[in-house]
């Protein structure tokens, strides 16, 4: 096989004069094998327990726990025991964990797509790895306040009709595949470069009610159409599995949007920015895009935590400019 096309020779080019470069891609190797498990556990339907089914405990989002979200959760915990990763910190646990002194700390969403788990539709794990230091190590509840631009590497993978991992160390974005058969991933399609324009957009439009007036404009504006200001019909797709939509995205562009709103709990939207919107706004801007809350650079936010949340804008460059000249004006 050539090694040029392998998750490993990617891996491994990408470690020469990285910061924490073997490290990280020791990590993301890892990581592969427990995609593989999680995939093979929803390909078999699980292993005699309903994966959708409740576990009679919330997470720190407050959304109830499935049998699916623990399974990914251990699968890709023990790979962070396998790997130099010192700190873990996932959706799934209270606190970040501290595995000892190696030079990482993991952020993890380990199951995202959840309320679409018994729906046979793509669901994925999104991961963010920074520098853990002595200084992080001193001062735990340190290491999960850095922003974006730290981290050394983000990716995510998609359990969907194709095992997919897409993934950047900084230096561009790359899809690869699992191959049937031979049990590695290889490099998939051309690098995603996503177009400056968008022609479609992803929203819960459920929610259209609770939004502030510029976003509600916005969108009022995006479905006017070529009749409207915008000059230009747009379609709509929302999957309601972020790495789905944000799949879509990278391939031929768009628009996808959670913004804060006036439910309780929801004013800085649901997704959560260590292991959410970071890693994906990396892999965003890596392929040509751009990631936002609305008005400014995803990447240039300090979180205040591990579980913080922050409404998030990501997708084709111009749509995400047109999207904060209407929340700056109106929101
Ligand atoms: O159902 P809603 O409110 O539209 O939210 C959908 C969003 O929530 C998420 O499912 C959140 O992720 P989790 O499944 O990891 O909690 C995203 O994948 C998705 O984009
Ligand atoms: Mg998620
Ligand atoms: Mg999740």
């Not at 994906?280 to 949340?309: K, N, W, Y």
Request: glycine share 12%; charged share 25%.
């Amino acid at each position: 096989m050539d090694t040029e096309k392998t998750l490993e020779g990617f891996l491994r080019d990408g470690a020469e004069n990285r910061p924490e470069g073997k490290a990280v891609a020791a990590t993301i190797l890892a990581f592969a094998d427990a995609a593989v498990i999680v995939q093979e556990t929803i390909a078999r339907g699980g292993s005699g327990d309903d994966l959708a089914a409740a576990q009679n405990h919330q997470n720190a989002g407050g959304d109830m726990q499935k049998e699916l979200d623990v399974v990914a959760d251990r699968a890709f915990l023990d790979a962070a025991k396998r790997s130099p990763v010192g700190f873990y910190g996932s959706e799934e646990q209270d606190e970040a964990v501290q595995l000892g002194d190696g030079p990482l700390a993991l952020a993890i969403d380990p199951l995202d797509g959840s309320s679409n788990i018994e729906t046979n539709v793509s669901i994925g794990t999104i991961f963010s790895l920074l520098p853990a230091t002595d200084a992080h190590r001193a001062d735990p509840s340190s290491v999960f306040r850095q922003p974006g631009t730290n981290q050394l590497a983000a990716g995510f993978f998609i359990y969907g009709p194709q095992l997919l991992l897409v993934v950047t160390l900084g230096a561009g974005t790359r899809v690869f595949i699992r191959a049937p058969g031979s049990g590695g991933f290889v490099a998939f399609g051309p690098a995603p470069a996503i177009p400056t324009e968008a022609k479609e957009y992803a929203v819960n439009v459920s929610n259209r009610r609770h939004w502030a007036t510029g976003m509600r404009r916005y969108v009022d504006d995006l479905d006017a159409g070529a009749e409207g200001p915008r000059g230009h019909d747009f379609g709509m797709r929302y999957v309601g599995s972020m790495v789905a939509d944000a799949y879509r995205i990278f391939r031929r562009g768009g628009m996808f949007l959670y913004p804060g709103d006036t439910r309780k709990g929801y004013e800085r939207g649901r997704l959560r920015q260590l292991y959410e919107t970071n890693p994906m706004a990396f892999c965003i801007e890596q392929a040509g895009g751009a990631a936002s809350d609305g008005t400014g650079r995803m990447l240039d936010i300090v979180p205040d935590g591990l579980h913080a949340r922050t409404p998030f804008a990501f997708g084709s460059k111009a749509e995400i400019e047109a999207l904060a000249g209407y929340l700056g004006k109106d929101a």
